[in-house]
């Protein structure tokens, strides 16, 4: 579950640069060789040997003369040369010593492939301790311990130092996963669609080179296009942030998370802490800096293969050639879910393909070049597109029509694509048992155009393309700050409580899980943040109630308060639309013998707001990160439809507009058959106060605003728990 790690880290350019020594190693001793043909230390070896690495190998063996062939050392200290990297392979209790040896030998990076450290308890971890320890005496970078290794295809280097089994062709991709069995599973998908790669890393328990440096060393690398990350979280997830965002301005990262069921989520007494589930957090982390989250790992490989060709579209108008008709319905579809849009060509592109094309030809957008559209047909259909300013990408449709030169429409394409003007995707249909289409197909792909078996993953493919220019081109502005709040009422509120408190040394300590404010608290505290609240009073008795229920105004709703009282409806704690003085007196009493056990039963009198759209604002805290903000439909139906959204906080006004626009039954908002719609911009402002204030206050685990009442004029919260 860990990827990152605070120890060691370097992210700035120049210190970047020390894990050359880790991905452009120009010597590599294996500690820990073996004779053994299926040991770790005997197959890196032969994978490095295999691979045709570019340097020199040492292998080091206390026993054996020569392994695989090559001059064995028993230590590293009669290597005569200088070592760049070293792998270790021998049992963890050796390793603190084998690190302080490398340290003194000046080898400047080290894999640990060797387990029993911090995954096997505390022994491993005080083994773990030691050579950390080590390594920072002597100034040796850690890669691992318990992990595969890394890659790098570069021809120059050609270093597989890993022992895994696929042997990549050079390309741009490069790929850093956090569990080596789902890294190995990418690397062989990308060798199945014939995609080069450019590095590997598969880092382990992370203890000391994480995920991040790894992920600013692809962002710097030229070479590298795109980049692959397979996480299961972060141990420090505001270092990765602040990595992974400078780097996806620059080139796409394209990411997958696993862990999104809800089966191991803490049970959390509020309904955002609830619907939160299992860790959301991670895939708002890649929202808030642009990473390209994906939920199926074929899906991430097939779009990687347009990502390391092809170039970014400056819009989301796509233009469709294909010679045969069902294929194109079928990408249409898709394209349109992936917020991909047609327009219609214009009259000089028209009047061109007329004079192209054949004349059972379909012109228009999809140009339809027919079965029989031969390179020149293609070609024509291509130029057009290029040449048109309202086209941003080209999806192509090729079947492999017997009675036509395949190879020839391929060159056609290729010859178009090699501008990189506009980024091209292909459903390339044939049959590839025939030599003659294989023929085809290898044009294609060594002519740098994407290709794929079936419509909807062409599309998809394209999607992600255009989906990666908006996420460079959208700008969500600054946090907004609002000035009229009264931070020093929250704080003297938070303090009279108790629950937080300082230990002798000034450290912040909490007492057990926290506690829910009284509702007077949670309502003055949403006061000194300018967040409009439903006229109240506290009141013990009857006559109080009486009396504040009048001041008021009717009608009101009266609430039972208790500190073991959490859902008040659920223990008949909570009487609406109370229209008179009657009906506030009955309400009471029934109270009072329900609750009769608590014997700090208050009551909370508020005034009662009919008409309005229930809708919910809550919170949950995240550890090491700040809290995720949800909205969506309140009241009963928060529980029963669960149509809401989160985002990481702080929020801009452009965030909380979105999360109104991305609920499922957003057009409630607008009014539908004669209703009035919500007043927007209020229910946005209490979105952007609720995000500063748990931003201004971390002790915040939990909140509820539920439901706020929104109108055609205002909003306000008739209903909130706070837990701290």
Not at 252 to 276: D, F
Not at 454 to 464: D, Y
Request: proline share 4%.
């Amino acid at each position: 579950m860990n990827s990152q790690t605070s120890t060691g880290t370097m992210l700035d350019n120049t210190k970047a640069h020390e894990l050359d020594s880790l991905f452009k190693p120009r010597s590599i001793a294996i500690i820990g060789a073996s004779s053994k043909e299926l040991s770790i230390g005997n197959v890196i070896i032969k994978n490095l040997v295999h691979y045709n690495y570019t340097g020199k190998i040492y292998p080091i063996n206390l026993k054996e003369p020569e392994i695989r062939n090559i001059k064995a050392y028993p230590t590293i200290f009669d290597v005569p040369d200088e070592i760049d990297l070293a792998h270790i392979i021998i049992p963890s209790k050796f390793v603190p010593q084998i690190i302080e040896d490398c340290g003194k030998k000046g080898i400047k990076s080290v894999i640990i492939n060797s387990a029993g450290f911090s995954e096997m308890g505390e022994e491993g971890m005080a083994l773990q301790d030691a050579f950390l320890a080590k390594a920072k005496e002597y100034g040796v970078r850690i890669f691992g311990p318990n992990c595969q290794g890394i890659i790098n295809a570069d021809p120059q280097f050609n270093a597989y130092c890993d022992f895994t089994f696929t042997f990549p062709k050079p390309g741009s991709i490069s790929i850093v996963a956090l569990s080596g069995g789902v890294g190995a599973f990418i690397m062989q998908s990308l060798f199945d669609l014939d995609i080069g790669m450019r590095m590997y890393a598969s880092n382990g328990n992370a203890c000391d080179i994480s995920i991040s440096e790894v992920v600013t060393y692809y962002g710097e690398d030229e070479g590298t296009k795109a980049i692959i990350l397979y996480t299961e979280g972060f141990r420090n997830p505001r270092e990765f942030m602040d990595v992974a965002q400078k780097v996806a301005k620059q080139k796409p990262i394209l990411a997958m998370k696993s862990g999104r069921t809800e089966e191991g989520a803490k049970a959390a007494a509020s309904h955002t802490g609830s619907l939160a589930g299992v860790d959301i957090a991670t895939e708002l982390i890649f929202e808030k800096i642009g990473i390209l989250s994906f939920d199926n790992e074929e899906e991430m490989c097939q779009a990687a293969m347009a990502f390391s060709t092809q170039p970014i579209p400056r819009g989301n108008k796509v233009g469709i050639i294909t010679n045969t008709g069902g294929p194109a319905v079928i990408a249409t579809d898709e394209l349109i879910r992936c917020g991909l849009q047609l327009p219609t060509l214009s009259a000089r592109a028209i009047q061109t393909l007329k004079e192209t094309q054949l004349p059972e030809a379909s012109i228009g957008n999809p140009i339809d070049v027919v079965a029989t559209g031969g390179a020149i047909h293609f070609k024509s259909a291509l130029d057009v597109l290029m040449d048109e300013e309202q086209i941003d990408c080209i999806y192509i449709n090729f079947v492999t029509a017997p009675f036509t030169d395949t190879d020839e429409v391929a060159r056609a394409i290729v010859a178009v694509n090699n501008m990189k003007r506009k980024p091209i995707v292909c459903n390339f249909m044939t049959n590839m048992s025939m030599e003659r289409y294989q023929a085809t197909a290898k044009i294609l792909k060594d002519g740098g155009v994407p290709c794929y078996s079936f419509p909807t993953t062409a599309a998809k493919a394209l999607g992600s393309l255009y989906k990666f220019h908006k996420i460079q081109s959208r700008n969500i502005g600054e946090t907004k700050i609002f000035p009229d709040i009264d931070r020093a009422k929250v704080e003297e509120i938070i303090a009279r409580t108790g629950i937080n408190k300082h230990d002798t040394n000034g450290n912040l300590s909490s007492s057990g899980d926290g506690a829910f404010l009284p509702s007077a608290d949670v309502y003055e505290i949403l006061a000194a943040y300018g967040i409009a609240v439903a006229d109240w009073r506290i009141v013990s008795t009857t006559d109080e109630a009486l009396k504040a229920a009048v001041e008021i105004g009717f009608p009101v709703v009266i609430k039972a308060e208790a500190k073991a009282i959490v859902h008040k409806s659920d223990m008949g704690g909570v009487a609406i639309n109370l229209k008179n003085e009657e009906e506030v007196t009955a309400a009471i009493g029934k109270m009072k013998l329900k609750l009769s056990s608590s014997t700090d039963l208050q009551f909370l009198v508020q005034k009662f707001l009919p008409g309005g759209r229930e809708l919910i604002v809550g919170v949950a805290a995240q550890p090491d990160l700040e809290p995720l903000i949800m909205f969506g439909l309140g009241g009963v139906f928060v529980e029963v439809l669960k149509d809401v959204v989160f985002k990481l906080s702080p929020l801009t006004e452009l965030e909380a507009n979105e999360m109104l626009t991305s609920i499922k039954s957003s057009k409630l908002l607008d009014g539908v058959r004669g209703q009035k719609g919500v007043n927007k911009a209020s229910v946005i402002d209490i979105i952007l106060r609720v995000s500063q204030l748990v931003n201004d206050f971390p002790q915040i685990q939990e909140m509820d605003l539920n439901p706020i009442m929104a109108f055609e004029d205002r909003t306000i919260a008739v209903d909130a728990r706070i837990k701290i």
